[in-house]
């Protein structure tokens, strides 16, 4: 029914408006032809009339005597012979343009005429030079067919001006009829608007303006106000889907309040349950929920409702990176001091994303890993005391041993030789692995200072290379260098980076297929940056044996060389951390094998007074 009026209403304004275009049309079109009418057909003849009077004045005035001219120009025929040629030319305009029988007749008498003309003209000039006095006669009779034709001309021309006043009239009464019309449909269509819009004011305008107001109580979680069915037509389906529609929601957000309550109670009850203190934050990172234990941890700090200050310059260094963070070194531990015990707590942070890839925020949980680095720093002074122990007599052994072989105290046979030179590289590889303990205690603890200075990372790698390349030469082994130009220099202690590029160099060097090469690069990897790194193509490391492979004392299952206990990388990355770099692998089995450590960039003059 809806429907039905809705074409009612703008099918009436629909043919008003394709009635009035046709007429239009129409009507322009008449007009335009009534323009080419009088444009066209009684302009050409007056012009064609005004030619032929402005003729015969022009050829009459050349022809005749004057005082300067005592001889008639009768020898000089061009005047006439143009004037011949227009006369030719307007009297079939004049033919063709005159439609009624007094206009045909006015026609066919200047025709005649004008032939009468010419030819009195052509006599005149023959008798003229004849001798023939019959002259005064035929010049007599021009002045008579020059009048003739002036009066016919002005006959025509008359004729053709009343026809152009006669369309100009017609014309206008249709311009008039038009804007009559026109205004008639305009009247019309705002009777049919009028009348249309007060119908469907009633029947789909209020309608409409109480679904709105349904709508925002929808929004309101008003379910209640439903609206009447008041017809059958479209509108009363709409209705009557829209008050199931707001039952169905009804029901909806009941059950999902249901169920957030419930997610609400066991979201709190894990977080109550969990024992490391839980932090969750909103898209600006201030605080909106923690655990009982956070809760705890704050109140014994004292820091009120905002994160300890720590905590906030690792939320800094995650906004920057944009990704997970979570330290396992428990040396980067955070320490908190709780009723004047010192607390280590291990920061884990990461962000907060629903389904449809939405940030919400950041969790950080910390974990409290006080006795596990009570029970690392115990485990490393126990290595370091045991080591430092166990080197004193090692060496006295050391000594003997070479006394032995010097053969002081008397000759040894082959075989004794043989077993003190055994028991003497026993010693010096033990004696390495202690003082390579002792080293990496001493990192660890702190005890071990570095000297760092701006230094050419081109230098560092060069020094590396020329120390190693003949070592590659004897193996069987190529050893290129690619170093960028142009890189800053690094902040780093030269002795102790030396030691880890001693180490990717040497391990390149034993776990390198023969005859392949190894690359020893240095690229700027960003502003803080520059990345060294050794590439070679050996047996690589699966993803467990990445996961390890600076771990202390880990040596691949299928290593089978004796020399080393596992501890060179395990100090490298020490090294690393202590100048504040970054450190890693990356390797295919059988395939390429890259060991990489990114330097911290050395800060300028200009940069420390910007600062």
């Known amino acids: 029914m809806l429907r039905w009026r809705l074409t009612l209403g703008l099918l009436a304004t629909l043919i008003i408006l394709l009635t009035v275009g046709v007429y239009g049309v129409w009507l322009f079109n008449d007009l335009g032809r009534a323009v080419d009418k009088v444009l066209c057909n009684n302009y050409d003849s007056i012009r064609a009339c005004s030619s032929m009077r402005v003729g015969t004045a022009r050829v009459n005035i050349f022809y005749s005597r004057g005082i300067d001219r005592p001889t008639l120009p009768y020898d000089q025929t061009d005047p006439l012979d143009k004037t011949e040629k227009d006369f030719q030319a307007a009297i079939p305009i004049l033919e063709r343009n005159a439609k009624d029988p007094e206009q045909k007749r006015l026609v066919s008498e200047l025709k005649q005429a004008v032939t009468d003309y010419i030819s009195v003209y052509r006599e005149t000039f023959r008798q003229y030079f004849a001798h023939d006095p019959a002259i005064h006669e035929s010049w007599a009779r021009i002045p008579e067919l020059t009048l003739k034709i002036t009066n016919l001309s002005q006959n025509i021309l008359s004729i053709n001006e009343k026809q152009m006043l006669e369309a100009n009239q017609e014309a206008r009464r249709k311009s008039a009829d038009s804007i009559r019309l026109l205004l008639i449909a305009m009247v019309s269509s705002v009777i049919v608007f009028i009348f ?185 002074d126990l290595l370091a005391t045991l080591s430092h122990e166990i080197k004193t007599p090692l060496t006295g052994i050391r000594l003997v041993l070479h006394l032995l072989l010097e053969q002081r105290t008397g000759k040894l046979s082959s075989s004794q030789e043989e077993l003190v030179m055994t028991g003497c590289n026993e010693c010096e590889r033990l004696l390495k692995t202690l003082k390579s303990i002792l080293d990496l205690a001493r990192m660890e603890s702190g005890q071990d200072l570095l000297d760092l200075v701006p230094v050419s990372p081109a230098q560092l790698a060069r020094e590396a290379y020329d120390h190693f390349l003949e070592f590659f030469d004897q193996s069987s082994l190529q050893l290129e260098l690619d170093v960028s130009p142009d890189l800053p220099k690094v902040s780093v202690d030269s002795t102790r980076i030396s030691l880890v590029l001693t180490n990717f160099l040497s391990n390149a060097l034993k776990y390198s297929f023969p005859g392949t090469q190894v690359d020893l690069r240095v690229q700027q990897l960003s502003e803080q940056f520059v990345r060294f790194s050794v590439t070679n193509r050996g047996p690589g490391l699966s993803d467990l044996e990445q996961a390890k492979v600076f771990d202390k004392f880990y040596r691949a299952e299928k290593q089978s060389i004796r020399d080393g206990v596992g501890l060179g990388l395990s100090i490298a990355r020490q090294i690393v951390q202590a100048h504040d770099g970054r450190i890693g692998v990356k390797s295919e089995l059988n395939g390429l094998t890259e060991f990489f450590c990114d330097l911290p960039v050395a800060v300028s003059v200009e940069q420390l007074v910007e600062v």
């Open 196 to 380: 249309t819009y007060a119908r469907l004011g009633r029947s789909l305008i209020d309608p409409i303006r109480r679904l709105t107001h349904s709508i925002r109580d929808l929004r309101s979680r008003e379910f209640e106000n439903l609206l009447p069915v008041q017809s059958r037509d479209e509108l009363g389906e709409l209705t009557n889907e829209f008050n199931r529609m707001a039952q169905e929601l009804r029901s909806f957000y009941r059950e999902t309040d249901r169920k957030l309550i419930e997610l609400n109670q066991i979201i709190r009850a894990l977080l109550t349950t969990l024992p490391y203190p839980l932090f969750i934050l909103d898209e600006h990172d201030r605080i909106s929920r923690m655990n009982p234990a956070a809760e705890s941890l704050m109140t014994n700090l004292g820091a009120g409702s905002d994160l300890p200050s720590q905590v906030k310059r690792r939320l800094v260094d995650v906004s920057r990176g944009g990704t997970d963070y979570r330290l396992d070194d428990l040396k980067q531990a955070l320490l908190f001091r709780i009723n004047e015990q010192e607390t280590y707590f291990l920061p884990r942070i990461f962000p907060v994303i629903l389904e449809d890839g939405t940030f919400t925020g950041r969790a950080v949980m910390l974990v409290d890993v006080t006795r596990f680095r009570w029970l690392d720093e115990v485990k490393t």
